[in-house]
């Protein structure tokens, strides 16, 4: 078990930039989800995957936001024509979903800040 | 829509003393999760509850979900410098988990 990783760590970018985030799920994870979190505040649902299908997307995933997750593996999130609200860290984790929602394996999130 | 309201919002305590962490729902629980973040960093798991009345405890943590399973709680028995942190209460939606805004606690030496 090597664990849910995000890549990159950090990203700093300036407005109107797009910026693309990577996460490898725990391998024999069948869901992925997506959060943003920003200071002071728990995280916020953005979306999730069970295998390849983008079963649910947030009403905070406006139109600039776009995730994928080609054959069922890792996931992007993109993000295009940054702004400065865009800033926040996001959370990526992944579960074996079933009938019930099984606890949910977070990484180390990516810091996104937008000059 | 399910919303969790945690207390308190923040929280210091002297090292070595015993603390509780609220968190209340505005509907039925059906799965109740309490997580640790410490700042800047990615959400680690330490509870799940699901049944009204159940109890589970690691270490020196013990979360309750109460019997109508609306409220949980979360305490920690003489406190340390590593129970420092961010605590997140989530609950089962649809699929997926909802949080709470969290409650930060601090730890003084």
């Known amino acids: 078990d090597t664990g849910v990783s995000q890549d990159p760590r950090h990203k700093i970018t300036k407005r109107g930039q797009n910026v693309t985030f990577r996460c490898d799920p725990i391998?024999?994870?069948?869901?992925l989800y997506w959060y943003r979190q920003t200071l002071g505040q728990g995280p916020e649902f953005l979306t999730y995957?069970?295998?390849?299908?983008?079963?649910?997307k947030s009403r905070l995933l406006s139109d600039r936001f776009s995730a994928e997750r080609p054959k069922g593996s890792f996931s992007t999130l993109e993000i295009q024509r940054t702004e400065q609200g865009d800033s926040a860290m996001y959370l990526c984790a992944s579960s074996f979903g079933g009938q019930w929602t099984e606890k949910l394996f977070f990484g180390s999130g990516t810091q996104l800040s937008v000059l | 829509s399910q919303e969790l309201e945690q207390s308190p919002q923040s929280l210091i305590v002297q090292e070595g003393k015993n603390l509780t962490i609220n968190c209340t729902s505005s509907k039925t629980l059906y799965g109740l999760y309490w997580y640790k973040q410490k700042y800047g960093e990615g959400l680690i798991f330490l509870m799940m509850l699901q049944k009204g009345g159940e109890e589970k405890s690691h270490e020196k943590i013990t979360a309750k979900l109460d019997e109508k399973k609306q409220q949980s709680s979360l305490h920690i028995t003489a406190s340390q410098p590593s129970h420092a942190g961010i605590y997140l209460c989530g609950a089962d939606s649809d699929d997926k988990i909802i949080f709470g805004k969290g409650t930060r606690l601090h730890i003084l030496p």
């Open positions: 391998s024999e994870h069948n869901r």
């Open positions: 995957f069970q295998n390849e299908a983008q079963l649910e």
